[in-house]
């Protein structure tokens, strides 16, 4: 692929695809594993307990290197032991498109040689920017700079599109996105001076990506909106300067930008403060011949996830409550319907039935109720979860606003210091009992 985005050399495209797919394994009929020794005869459903229908923790490390038993491991196994079916994992509803595989390679090629941060670092660093209180163009201008897409001068040379490729605000080196953020003297100076009072004069982050994550697990979330802020003020006024020749004033940039963090505060307090008054969030117990399931997840900054239920009466009394943690990845919505299939599995367990059913994951809920996800993940959870709401006698699934979620939620966080699974009978913990109470308290006064 050459610099345009055009294939060039077919052994090119196949170096990227191996470095990709490190170690393609193949474990069906008909073909020998190609990177392990593994029998030409085994087949998948021989990695599964037989008893329990999970994988077999045991034959799985012994077979494989660790990081491909965790990948393995992490995987979903349906209760319902559907057919199997090819699933590519690159596009949301499962299915191959040339597009996809070519932005992967693409994607590969451009960055085989510089160091990668872990996997569950990169999913934190992505889900922490998405999380920010940002306009959504500044959250896009954000996605676009982390993954150098933004048109500077350099990224449009090699498209072809232009010759010139000095910064226009030093005048002294070529326009890369990390020289515009991070080298430019001017720009520099404008870090410096800002209320951030940042300084890259010896800057060790080589790359927007790089100072931006390092700013993300190291500084206050108003630190990094106020960044993000001035930087998009910063390749605002350069792009008035290239375009339209408006003077750049360093000062300016940095007024604009303070003005920005600032109105998009005072906005997001009003919104905060409308949606308290407009919503009634309070947690509402059910009526006296039924019970209230609240479900929730977490996710930990190694990449883990953990997954939280309380079951209580008409009285906010709880009848069962569990927590567990889990290495499986994939979408929220995913992870959330894990966290209720991990709630229904322990119900049905424990007979207990007519209960209501409570998420605040409303793509999840819209799923159960038969919206369309788009999300192949997503789709195979919620099958499960109609298989066991059966057995269980579910009345009702409801989304809820996370206030009214609150138990549940912090549950799921009690397993962050544990690898093992908790469940709680007629009691929660003692650190979250004051979450119970509250809820008690409201629905009652």
């Known amino acids: 692929m050459d610099d345009s985005g055009n294939w060039c050399d077919s052994e090119q495209g196949i170096r990227a695809i191996q470095q990709i797919l490190p170690r393609?394994?193949?474990?069906?009929?008909?073909?020998?594993?190609t990177y392990y020794n593994i029998p030409e005869t085994l087949t998948v459903n021989e990695l599964i307990n037989a008893a329990n229908g999970q994988w077999d923790t045991e034959k799985i490390n012994q077979i494989f290197e660790r990081e491909d038993a965790d990948d393995i491991l992490a995987l979903h196994l349906s209760i319902r032991l559907p057919a199997d079916k090819r699933i590519w994992?690159?596009?949301?509803?499962?299915?191959?498109?040339?597009?996809?595989?070519?932005?992967?390679?693409?994607?590969?090629?451009?960055?085989?040689?510089?160091?990668?941060?872990?996997?569950?670092?990169?999913?934190?660093?992505?889900?922490?920017?998405?999380?920010?209180?940002?306009?959504?163009?500044?959250?896009?201008?954000l996605w676009r700079a982390c993954t150098d897409t933004l048109p500077t001068k350099s990224n449009l040379i090699r498209r072809g599109i232009l010759m010139d490729t000095i910064c226009h605000l030093c005048g002294e080196d070529i326009e890369t996105l990390s020289h515009l953020f991070t080298q430019c003297e001017t720009i520099k100076r404008i870090w410096y001076l800002s209320p951030l009072r940042m300084d890259l004069q010896n800057n060790a982050f080589g790359s927007f990506r790089n100072l931006f994550w390092s700013l993300l697990s190291t500084h206050p979330i108003e630190f990094v909106e106020l960044f993000a802020f001035l930087a998009?003020?910063?390749?605002?006024?350069?792009?008035?300067?290239?375009?339209?020749?408006?003077?750049?004033?360093?000062?300016?940039?940095?007024?604009?930008?303070?003005?920005?963090?600032?109105?998009?505060?005072?906005?997001?307090?009003?919104?905060?403060?409308?949606?308290r008054v407009a919503r009634d969030i309070k947690w509402k117990p059910p009526n006296e011949n039924s019970l209230k399931m609240n479900t929730d997840a977490a996710t930990f900054d190694d990449g883990s996830v953990g997954f939280g239920f309380v079951i209580r009466n008409a009285t906010g009394e709880v009848i069962l409550a569990g927590a567990s943690r889990s290495?499986?990845?994939?979408?929220?919505?995913?992870?959330?319907?894990?966290?209720?299939?991990?709630?229904?599995?322990?119900?049905?367990?424990?007979?207990?039935?007519n209960i209501h059913i409570?998420?605040?994951?409303?793509?999840?809920?819209?799923?159960?109720?038969?919206?369309?996800?788009?999300?192949?993940?997503?789709d195979i959870i919620i099958e499960d979860i109609l298989a066991l709401a059966r057995q269980a006698n579910i009345l009702s699934f409801s989304h809820v606003h996370r206030e009214a979620n609150k138990l549940a939620h912090a549950l799921a966080h009690c397993i962050q210091d544990r690898n093992s699974e908790i469940i709680w009978r007629n009691e929660v913990p003692n650190r979250v009992e004051h979450i119970r109470l509250s809820d008690v308290h409201n629905y009652s006064s």
């Open 24 to 33: 393609l394994i193949y474990v069906g009929r008909g073909l020998r594993g």
């Open 89 to 141: 994992v690159h596009t949301k509803s499962g299915d191959f498109s040339v597009r996809s595989c070519y932005y992967l390679i693409k994607s590969t090629l451009s960055n085989s040689d510089t160091a990668k941060p872990s996997t569950s670092f990169k999913n934190t660093a992505w889900r922490r920017m998405w999380e920010l209180r940002l306009l959504p163009r500044i959250k896009h201008f």
């Open 232 to 275: 998009w003020s910063i390749w605002s006024a350069r792009n008035k300067l290239y375009m339209d020749q408006v003077a750049f004033q360093s000062q300016l940039v940095i007024i604009d930008g303070q003005k920005l963090f600032l109105e998009m505060h005072q906005v997001g307090q009003k919104l905060e403060k409308k949606e």
């Open 327 to 353: 290495n499986k990845t994939g979408s929220s919505t995913y992870i959330e319907g894990l966290a209720m299939i991990f709630a229904l599995t322990r119900t049905v367990e424990t007979g207990l039935s």
């Open 358 to 378: 409570e998420s605040d994951s409303k793509c999840l809920v819209d799923g159960i109720h038969g919206k369309p996800l788009a999300d192949i993940q997503g």
